[in-house]
């Protein structure tokens, strides 16, 4: 598959080879050129405005009219045809900073970012955060993400696996970071609310207010529309508030960000079910311009076993935990058994615990390794002392008076590979066991719940029973209705859920604005390209990524209290040192390759730079063989790394990152910098038998060239033959 | 196969899943991770999260994916 061409570095260059060609003769024209070609760079390094795409067509479109020769028509028609073709590439590289196609180097996005659903601008937050400007941080994250602190929590973070400081060691701790400055800035009253557009006096109505919905409503409100959501719960949050146990999530975290979404003039009407307390027929009438489909998938899966519908003590796991997070804290019975080896089922057990019940069992067919649950989730309830039933599959729900008193068991043994590669579990002949227990929560996954969307029957559905959409604009196959969120995707991540809803905002704003939707995703935007922190190379290394602290086992085992107590301020501000900044450093390799192969120096040990093919990196060995020559700056295409003298030292700096620090020398005659001793004895070195050693000690160039003139003065030059 | 969180995975072909789009034809031969699994059951019919190298992180059927853990 050929990779996609950037149209703006593409002109870059073709316009580069007529100029350098010769083949634009009158200076007029060369000229026009010149400065569309020092327009155009501006667009490809980020320095562009507004004011530049109109000057280039307009540039563009002198050289093709005024001509004087056919070259000169010819480019500006060249130029007049990209700049009409890719007005929105063009357009896109200004507004959001970014080169998709990661052909114009001072614009590649950092892998964090591009791996965010949301598209944060991950690198400018944590530089913010590692510079004690939290508050900053959080409004930054805000311009993507109306819920930092939600995310900051329990966010699935794509970011850290994508983080290029994991190919060193381990990832930058981004969640934990942007959670703690969310809580920080909402404790010191800086947690605000950006500045809203006017009125645009059209109105969108949300139905479901999860994390889609309400990111949707937010970024709507943020633009000027009026919003209402509407709730069949309660309360706001969605899966956030009643699929999610508060140990992981307090409710309080919820309700200070959704009050912040309120604040900006959106609507909440709960308890109020379409399809039941409200129709779409009646939602029309009240004048929505657009809809916005966000109900999640809220429904479960049935086990399917003899018994299961026959008792009170039998329930899915999504309406228990539903139940407990909306207040009901009675246990569901003493020994209980919980059915799944997944997320869902480790908080169900999880709860259950909480709730005081005596025994907890997590009954999985399969082994310990084959769990599909999150390992660290996992271990957390096996610290809890969660028991766990592994390669058993309940056959019978056994009970008597209507009351569950045991589960049927059959135990396993895995057996040959099924279609998902997984050794099947297989039952044992004869090894059928009752377990007792009292009641049976079944985990074993969700669905949505289409009730309520009878009426718009022109809906298109995906046979995984899921809301059929384009997935770049969110359009569902009705006019006008969008989808986002668990709805469209079957149950997934609240940062999914978030960076659906922000697509859903932006489609309906060009909806109603009559603006044709996009064909490719949305580029994240640049927000920001913050000063570095600098760091010396041997701390940079060193520094490790920080534990979390817990809540001791016992109070786990009793209570809802946050089990993740939080980093220490310290351990926060040192572990966004840890940042390689990777909106700035492309990881192109020039450095490496000139030190290594022109220079044959090698003083950069920078393994993390591929993706696919790792190896060892150590950034204090650069101080170990660095000559400060300086040429890995001279060739870094986004000044990553760069060289300066400060005071009598030499230093060289990758992104903050102190890799190498020489004293200077002087030149002995008129005491300019000439640079550290190790240049000139490596410059000494490669002009040894080509140029006599000076006699004279230090010399800069121009005092060199000086004493050379002299004695050159007593020479006769060497005749020249024509 | 049957994927797990922070399995390195090669997009090596369209998929014949309707949840497939016609954007999502240049991922094709791109390197990522699973960032989120199906978590409940493994089901090899569940759309799983992956984050591509450089193109965002996106669901995709299980069908057009194959694992890098012996590359």
Redesign the interface.
């Known amino acids: 598959m050929t990779k996609p061409v950037c149209p703006v570095a593409d002109t870059i260059e073709r316009l580069s080879q007529i100029i350098a060609g010769g083949r634009l003769e009158p200076a007029r024209c060369r000229q026009r050129a010149e400065e569309i070609l020092k327009l155009m760079e501006d667009v490809s390094s980020g320095r562009g405005g507004p004011e530049h795409i109109p000057a280039m067509a307009l540039l563009a479109s002198a050289l093709e009219e005024e001509g004087p020769d056919d070259a000169c028509r010819k480019t500006g028609a060249m130029l007049t045809s990209v700049l009409a073709e890719h007005h929105e590439v063009f357009k896109s590289h200004l507004d959001t900073q970014i080169c998709p196609v990661t052909d114009c180097a001072r614009l590649i996005p950092s892998p964090c970012q591009m791996a965010c659903p949301a598209g944060i601008d991950v690198p400018s937050y944590v530089t913010l955060i590692g510079q004690g400007r939290d508050a900053e941080a959080i409004a930054l994250i805000r311009k993507d993400n109306p819920f930092p602190w939600v995310c900051g929590l329990i966010c699935t973070n794509p970011c850290e696996f994508m983080c290029v400081r994991g190919r060193i060691d381990k990832p930058v701790s981004i969640k934990y970071l942007k959670g703690f400055a969310a809580e920080r800035a909402m404790s010191d009253g800086l947690y605000k609310n950006p500045e809203k557009a006017p009125s645009k006096n059209q109105k969108v109505c949300i139905i479901g207010a999860g994390p889609a919905g309400m990111s949707a409503a937010f970024f709507l409100a943020l633009k000027g529309y009026g919003v209402t959501v509407l709730d069949a719960l309660p309360v706001a949050g969605g899966m956030m508030m009643v699929g999610i146990p508060r140990y992981r999530l307090p409710r309080e975290v919820i309700d200070r960000e959704v009050s912040m979404i309120e604040e900006l003039g959106v609507e909440f009407r709960l308890n109020t079910r379409l399809g039941k307390d409200v129709q779409f027929e009646g939602l029309q009438a009240e004048g929505f311009g657009a809809f916005l489909i966000a109900i999640g998938a809220h429904d479960s899966h049935k086990l399917g076993i003899k018994g299961e519908g026959e008792y009170p003590q039998v329930v899915d796991a999504v309406s228990y935990l539903r139940r407990v997070s909306l207040g009901d804290r009675r246990k569901p019975g003493q020994r209980v058994a919980v059915l799944g080896g997944g997320n869902v089922a480790i908080d169900a057990a999880r709860t259950s615990l909480r709730l005081g019940c005596q025994e907890v069992t997590i009954i999985y067919r399969r082994s310990r390794s084959d769990m599909p649950a999150n390992e660290e989730e996992v271990e957390q309830a096996e610290e809890e002392r969660v028991c766990f039933s592994f390669l058993t599959v309940p056959v019978e729900i056994v009970g008597e008076n209507g009351k569950v008193t045991a589960l049927r068991c059959v135990r396993t043994e895995l057996g040959p590979e099924d279609q998902s590669g997984r050794r099947r579990p297989v039952p044992i002949e004869g090894s059928d066991f009752e377990f007792r227990v009292d009641a049976v929560i079944s985990s074993i996954g969700q669905r949505v719940d289409p009730k309520g969307l009878e009426s718009l029957e022109h809906m298109a559905w995906t046979r995984r029973n899921t809301i059929k959409t384009n997935s770049i604009s969110m359009e569902t196959t009705v006019p006008g209705v969008f989808a986002a969120g668990d709805a469209v995707v079957g149950p997934a991540t609240v940062v999914e859920a978030i960076g659906g809803g922000k697509r859903a905002a932006d489609a309906i704003d060009r909806y109603l604005s009559g603006i044709p939707q996009p064909k490719m995703r949305t580029v994240p935007v640049r927000r920001n390209r913050l000063d570095f922190i600098e760091v010396p190379a041997s701390t940079k290394m060193t520094l490790q990524r920080p534990q979390m602290p817990m809540l001791n086992d016992e109070r786990r085992r009793v209570t809802f209290q946050q089990v993740e107590l939080g980093f220490t301020e310290n351990a926060v501000r040192e572990e966004a040192r840890r940042c390689l900044r990777c909106d700035v450093c492309i990881r192109c390799g020039a450095c490496v390759d000139i030190c290594r192969n022109k220079m044959g120096v090698d003083a950069l040990q920078f393994g993390y730079l591929n993706f696919d093919h790792r190896e060892p990196t150590d950034f204090r060995v650069t101080a170990e063989r660095c000559i400060l020559c300086g040429a890995c700056a001279a060739n870094c295409p986004t000044e990553a790394i760069s060289m300066a003298d400060v005071g009598e030292e030499r230093i060289l700096n990758l992104c903050g990152t102190v890799l190498n620090r020489l004293k200077v020398e002087r030149c002995q005659v008129c005491g300019k910098v000439v640079g550290p001793e190790r240049y000139h004895d490596y410059i000494t070195r490669r002009m040894k038998g080509i140029t006599p050693k000076s006699q004279k000690g230090v010399l800069c160039l121009d005092c060199a060239r000086e004493t050379s003139a002299r004695r050159h003065a007593e020479m006769a030059p060497p005749k020249l033959t024509v | ?2 994927f797990r ?2 399995d390195r995975v090669e997009v090596y072909r369209k998929s014949q899943d ?2 497939w ?1 016609a ?1 999502m ?2 991922f ?2 791109l ?1 990522g ?1 699973v ?13 799983i ?1 992956v ?1 591509l ?5 996106h ?1 995709f059927p299980q069908d057009c994916l194959r694992s ?1 853990k012996d ?1």
């Open positions: 196969m049957s969180r922070g309707e949840h789009q954007h034809d240049r094709v031969g390197h991770i960032t989120d699994p199906d978590t409940v059951k493994n089901d090899p019919e569940a759309l999260e984050t190298d450089g193109a965002g992180t669901r890098l590359s």
